[in-house]
């Protein structure tokens, strides 16, 4: 743990990219591979299930440092991180060897059916003993989220350097579920199974947005596939030994959430991987995102909610027939198999997502114009020729969202942000006026420059009405361009409204309050 | 009547008609060090710890000022008043007045660490203590500062090794030196900035530092190689920052001693160091006072104040206009 540790540290204390990857690398060739493997799933976000709530840990912590609670929440809110607050807070500089990476997770798990009084007196012990650094990730371990700036890409290039097993194959062998107590440094990373693997899905290929200012004049339109940019959850459909498994891009296996595509192993061969879109689709309609949204939000799947919920895949590419890995041969072949693949199963709960062929970019642009219609958030554009990349690659797909709609709005509340935003307000609420009052409507963290967050930062300190907790009323003097992709009615909220990836593009000091829009502006954006 | 009265230009002194660390212009202002927002612009005269005569001079211009001695006692109408060590930067005084047996005690911006180059703080017995509460929350505790300058060292050794320079940043007045002054010099050159060593300069009839040199538009990049430069933070990112070759950053504050602001810095290295007094320096330096009453100025204001009435103390918060809660005041300097 010790090493570990250390390494952290030396994370947090860069921010080249270089450094990260060498740092990460000497870990992977030093630590014991038993360390290393509980790294890598930490640093690839599978830690081992929370066997405290964080509200105990805040109690045994303003307990153990005897501070009055409120301190030690107050404390919490301006660090912004509650495992470094109690490393922080509990002063104590342990000098005794700490429990390797492995036997402490170990541990950690094996905390889970004990009692409090055992699980406390365990945390208590190791407060007191460990040191300041080892006692934050000690409490990360505990309290999940280990975010520190080393994206998995990062951690699988230097993996890669480590074991000189190549980027691609590594990033394919982390895929899916494991976990470091089934398997092996050896068996997951060097020597994997086949036979063990039928589950593991395709590491997700990424778009980024389109540089409109270059792009357009760059590229020849004939040399790219055009196709929606469809609204809904992208998924991968593996079919292989007469099984099915469908992964979400979180890497979470969502099968089961979706019964009504298990006809789909009956009607299409095995040893196939599809990668696509699942959208509600009902009376040969395209619905909404809220709607996916309610039927992820359900713990069971009841039939009435197939029913009034039904969705399908909706396909774009094929990475592996009949067992075969299809990612390196270029999308125009890919593509044309998964059309012919699909005519053949005409039946399956699968539609083919449509592929233009233009032969200018204003017909493209035109297209890009009947997204809301067409029930898309804009276009992708593929090359034809490309392979099926690993995560985010320039170049090759890239989204060409439709514009945003937006609104302008008062800058009603602000809170506190975490991270790299510790200690600035940074997380904002905005209202707009309906009868002569500021309603809620939307919150938004992102879109300022770090010039402007900190001049939002000095407002919101100096123009406090009210405090609650970590949130502060301030006085509705600002007003902000909201950006939002999707609009629907909803009951949840108090404006009767909700709005999808609301963000700041804009601060209007040209505006003053009374120039806001108001709740019915927001209404007829709802058509 | 209190001794000492918050007013829109400062702490008033009615009885001696006299304001302490004003933020307006005034007629008479006693000064407790030379930080911006402390020593302002505007006012007619200006009495301060000796130390503190250059500084203002250099900070301000042409201004009426008289230096005093540390407990040296003088009466305005009737009220004593004196300067006493507070350890923060040098020449920095916590200010004393007693008018009939009562005693009233500001402490400006002060520490209880030892910095090699300050007077030590001293705790001066009141009734009523008005205190800095920049760092006060328990989550700030300040390490070892000989570590911290031996990490520093290390730091910039490495650097040498690699024939990197070094960019150590920390604000003009009283960081810069206080850093320069555990420099080890055997390690390689030290370079400034115009702003840092214009205030080094004023400083060193005070205080023995190590040699500097100052960057001009001819220093190469060549020869700054594995040496250091010292310089104040505004200069992170900067086309005077780019000139400077290959190097690497490092930024001395308090204020980074979380995670996040470290992360927002964007430096290669983080020394948490500070010129402020942090949670148990404050508790320590108020018990010390023996005072009844504490008047929390600047920095975590409302929880130290009930933090201090939850244990004895009658305290209260006071809105002043010292920097508070945010760094860029302070590293604006």
């Given at each position: 743990?010790?090493r570990?540790?250390?390494?952290?540290?030396?994370?947090d204390?860069?921010?080249?990219?270089t450094?990260?990857?060498?740092a990460?690398?000497?870990?992977f060739?030093?630590?014991?591979k038993?360390?290393?493997?509980?790294?890598?799933?930490?640093?690839?976000?599978r830690?081992?299930?929370?066997p405290v709530?964080?509200?105990?840990?805040?109690t045994?912590a303003?307990?153990?440092?005897?501070?009055?609670e409120?301190?030690?929440?107050?404390?919490?809110?301006?660090v912004g991180?509650?495992?470094?607050?109690?490393?922080?807070?509990?002063?104590?500089?342990?000098?005794a060897?700490p429990?390797?990476?492995k036997?402490?997770?170990?541990?950690i798990?094996?905390l889970?059916?004990k009692?409090?009084?055992?699980?406390?007196?365990?945390?208590?012990?190791?407060?007191?003993?460990?040191?300041?650094?080892?006692?934050f990730v000690?409490n990360?371990?505990?309290?999940?989220?280990?975010?520190?700036?080393v994206?998995?890409?990062?951690?699988?290039r230097?993996?890669?350097?480590?074991?000189?097993v190549?980027e691609?194959?590594?990033?394919?062998?982390l895929?899916?579920?494991w976990?470091?107590?089934?398997t092996?440094?050896d068996?997951?990373?060097?020597?994997?199974?086949?036979?063990?693997?039928?589950?593991?899905p395709?590491p997700?290929f990424l778009?980024?947005?389109?540089?409109?200012?270059?792009f357009?004049?760059?590229?020849?339109v004939?040399?790219w596939?055009?196709?929606?940019?469809?609204?809904?959850?992208?998924?991968q459909?593996?079919?292989?030994?007469?099984?099915?498994?469908?992964?979400?891009?979180?890497?979470e296996?969502?099968?089961d959430?979706?019964?009504?595509?298990?006809?789909?192993?009956?009607?299409?061969?095995?040893?196939t991987?599809?990668d696509?879109e699942?959208?509600?689709?009902?009376?040969?309609?395209?619905?909404?995102?809220?709607d996916?949204q309610?039927?992820?939000?359900?713990k069971t799947?009841?039939?009435?909610?197939?029913?009034?919920?039904?969705?399908?895949?909706?396909?774009y590419?094929?990475?592996?027939?009949?067992?075969?890995?299809l990612?390196?041969?270029?999308?125009?072949?890919?593509?044309q198999?998964?059309?012919?693949?699909?005519?053949?199963?005409?039946?399956?709960?699968?539609m083919?997502?449509?592929v233009?062929?233009?032969t200018?970019?204003e017909?493209?642009?035109?297209?890009?114009?009947k997204a809301?219609?067409?029930?898309?958030?804009?276009?992708?554009?593929?090359h034809k020729?490309?392979?099926?990349?690993v995560?985010?690659?320039k170049?090759?797909?890239?989204?060409?969202?439709?514009?945003?709609?937006?609104i302008?709005?008062?800058?009603?509340?602000?809170?506190?942000?975490?991270g790299?935003?510790?200690?600035?307000?940074?997380d904002y609420?905005f209202?707009?006026w309906?009868?002569?009052?500021?309603?809620?409507?939307?919150?938004?963290?992102?879109?300022?420059?770090?010039?402007?967050?900190?001049?939002?930062?000095?407002?919101?300190?100096?123009?406090?009405l009210?405090r609650?907790?970590?949130?502060?009323?301030?006085?509705p003097e600002?007003?902000?361009?909201?950006?939002?992709?999707?609009?629907?009615?909803?009951?949840?909220?108090?404006?009767?409204?909700a709005?999808?990836?609301?963000?700041?593009?804009?601060?209007?000091?040209?505006?003053?309050?009374?120039?806001?829009?108001?709740?019915e502006?927001?209404?007829?954006l709802?058509? | 009547m209190?001794?000492?009265?918050?007013?829109?230009?400062?702490?008033?002194?009615?009885?001696?008609d006299?304001?302490?660390?004003?933020?307006?212009?005034?007629?008479?202002?006693?000064?407790?060090?030379?930080h911006?927002?402390?020593?302002?612009?505007?006012?007619?005269r200006?009495?301060?710890?000796?130390?503190?005569?250059?500084?203002?001079?250099?900070?301000l211009?042409k201004?009426?000022?008289?230096?005093?001695k540390?407990?040296?006692?003088?009466?305005?109408?009737?009220?004593?008043?004196?300067?006493?060590?507070?350890?923060?930067?040098?020449?920095?005084?916590?200010i004393?007045?007693e008018?009939?047996?009562?005693?009233?005690?500001?402490?400006?911006?002060?520490?209880?660490q030892?910095?090699g180059?300050?007077?030590?703080?001293?705790?001066?017995?009141?009734?009523?203590?008005?205190?800095?509460?920049?760092?006060?929350?328990?989550?700030?505790?300040?390490?070892?500062?000989?570590?911290?300058h031996?990490?520093?060292?290390?730091?910039w050794?490495?650097?040498?090794?690699?024939?990197?320079c070094?960019?150590l940043m920390g604000y003009?007045?009283?960081?810069v030196?206080?850093l320069?002054?555990h420099?080890?010099p055997?390690?390689?050159?030290?370079?400034?900035?115009?702003a840092?060593?214009?205030?080094?300069?004023?400083?060193?009839p005070?205080i023995?530092?190590?040699?500097?040199?100052?960057?001009?538009?001819?220093?190469?990049k060549?020869?700054l190689?594995?040496?250091?430069?010292l310089?104040?933070?505004a200069?992170?990112?900067?086309?005077?920052?780019?000139k400077?070759?290959?190097?690497?950053?490092?930024?001395?504050s308090?204020?980074?001693a979380?995670?996040?602001?470290?992360?927002?810095?964007?430096?290669?290295r983080?020394?948490?160091?500070s010129?402020?007094?942090d949670?148990?320096?404050?508790?320590?330096?108020?018990?010390?006072?023996g005072?009844?009453?504490?008047?929390?100025?600047h920095?975590?204001?409302?929880l130290f104040?009930?933090?201090?009435n939850?244990?004895?103390?009658?305290a209260?918060t006071?809105k002043?206009?010292?920097?508070?809660?945010?760094?860029?005041i302070?590293?604006?300097?």
């Amino acid at each position: 743990m010790r090493r570990f540790a250390a390494l952290i540290e030396t994370l947090d204390g860069t921010n080249k990219t270089t450094k990260k990857v060498a740092a990460l690398t000497q870990y992977f060739k030093k630590a014991p591979k038993v360390d290393a493997l509980w790294a890598v799933a930490l640093l690839s976000h599978r830690r081992p299930s929370r066997p405290v709530t964080t509200t105990l840990m805040r109690t045994w912590a303003a307990e153990l440092t005897k501070l009055p609670e409120w301190l030690f929440e107050e404390s919490y809110h301006i660090v912004g991180d509650l495992a470094e607050t109690i490393a922080l807070l509990v002063q104590k500089e342990g000098t005794a060897s700490p429990p390797s990476l492995k036997d402490c997770i170990e541990e950690i798990i094996a905390l889970k059916p004990k009692t409090e009084e055992e699980k406390k007196q365990y945390i208590l012990h190791q407060w007191k003993t460990l040191s300041h650094l080892e006692r934050f990730v000690f409490n990360k371990i505990l309290t999940g989220g280990f975010r520190i700036g080393v994206s998995q890409k990062l951690m699988t290039r230097a993996l890669s350097k480590a074991v000189h097993v190549d980027e691609t194959i590594l990033a394919h062998r982390l895929m899916g579920q494991w976990s470091p107590q089934t398997t092996t440094f050896d068996q997951l990373l060097l020597h994997p199974n086949p036979e063990d693997q039928i589950s593991q899905p395709y590491p997700f290929f990424l778009a980024y947005p389109v540089e409109e200012a270059s792009f357009f004049s760059k590229e020849n339109v004939e040399d790219w596939h055009i196709e929606h940019k469809w609204d809904g959850m992208r998924a991968q459909l593996i079919l292989r030994k007469g099984k099915h498994f469908l992964w979400s891009r979180g890497e979470e296996l969502i099968t089961d959430k979706f019964p009504e595509l298990n006809v789909l192993t009956d009607q299409l061969p095995s040893g196939t991987v599809i990668d696509g879109e699942l959208i509600p689709f009902k009376d040969n309609c395209i619905g909404n995102f809220q709607d996916l949204q309610k039927r992820m939000g359900r713990k069971t799947v009841t039939q009435k909610l197939q029913k009034d919920i039904p969705i399908v895949l909706m396909a774009y590419d094929l990475l592996e027939l009949e067992g075969q890995d299809l990612r390196s041969q270029p999308l125009r072949k890919r593509q044309q198999l998964l059309d012919r693949l699909l005519k053949e199963y005409p039946t399956a709960p699968i539609m083919l997502s449509e592929v233009y062929q233009f032969t200018d970019w204003e017909q493209v642009r035109r297209e890009r114009e009947k997204a809301s219609e067409k029930r898309s958030e804009g276009l992708m554009i593929k090359h034809k020729e490309a392979p099926y990349g690993v995560g985010r690659k320039k170049g090759i797909w890239w989204k060409w969202k439709s514009d945003p709609k937006s609104i302008d709005a008062v800058l009603t509340y602000a809170m506190r942000g975490h991270g790299r935003r510790t200690n600035l307000y940074t997380d904002y609420t905005f209202a707009l006026w309906n009868e002569g009052e500021l309603v809620t409507f939307a919150k938004a963290y992102s879109g300022l420059t770090d010039v402007e967050i900190k001049k939002l930062d000095q407002f919101v300190k100096q123009n406090t009405l009210d405090r609650f907790g970590p949130v502060r009323q301030v006085n509705p003097e600002l007003v902000f361009e909201i950006a939002f992709e999707g609009i629907a009615p909803s009951s949840r909220h108090k404006s009767g409204i909700a709005v999808r990836f609301p963000r700041i593009s804009r601060w209007r000091h040209d505006k003053k309050i009374e120039q806001a829009n108001s709740l019915e502006d927001l209404k007829q954006l709802l058509q | 009547m209190p001794l000492l009265e918050f007013t829109s230009k400062g702490i008033y002194c009615k009885q001696a008609d006299v304001y302490l660390d004003p933020w307006r212009g005034v007629d008479k202002a006693l000064i407790s060090h030379g930080h911006s927002d402390h020593a302002r612009w505007g006012s007619k005269r200006y009495i301060t710890h000796h130390t503190n005569v250059p500084i203002l001079q250099h900070r301000l211009g042409k201004v009426v000022v008289t230096g005093k001695k540390y407990k040296e006692t003088f009466r305005i109408n009737g009220v004593q008043f004196s300067f006493h060590p507070a350890g923060h930067v040098p020449g920095s005084s916590q200010i004393r007045a007693e008018y009939k047996g009562e005693v009233w005690v500001f402490t400006g911006d002060y520490k209880t660490q030892l910095d090699g180059i300050s007077t030590p703080y001293e705790p001066v017995h009141c009734h009523t203590f008005i205190t800095e509460s920049t760092f006060g929350l328990p989550v700030f505790r300040w390490e070892d500062p000989t570590k911290i300058h031996q990490q520093i060292n290390q730091w910039w050794a490495a650097n040498q090794a690699e024939q990197t320079c070094s960019l150590l940043m920390g604000y003009s007045l009283g960081k810069v030196q206080r850093l320069l002054k555990h420099l080890d010099p055997s390690i390689g050159k030290i370079y400034t900035h115009g702003a840092t060593e214009q205030m080094t300069e004023v400083l060193r009839p005070f205080i023995d530092f190590p040699k500097t040199e100052l960057i001009t538009p001819a220093t190469s990049k060549k020869v700054l190689e594995g040496n250091l430069v010292l310089a104040p933070p505004a200069v992170m990112g900067s086309a005077w920052m780019k000139k400077l070759g290959r190097v690497s950053t490092g930024y001395a504050s308090g204020w980074i001693a979380f995670r996040g602001a470290r992360r927002r810095r964007a430096v290669d290295r983080a020394f948490v160091l500070s010129d402020h007094a942090d949670w148990e320096g404050l508790l320590s330096a108020i018990k010390a006072t023996g005072c009844e009453n504490v008047i929390t100025t600047h920095g975590y204001t409302e929880l130290f104040a009930q933090y201090l009435n939850e244990h004895g103390w009658n305290a209260r918060t006071q809105k002043t206009q010292y920097a508070s809660e945010t760094e860029e005041i302070l590293s604006a300097e």
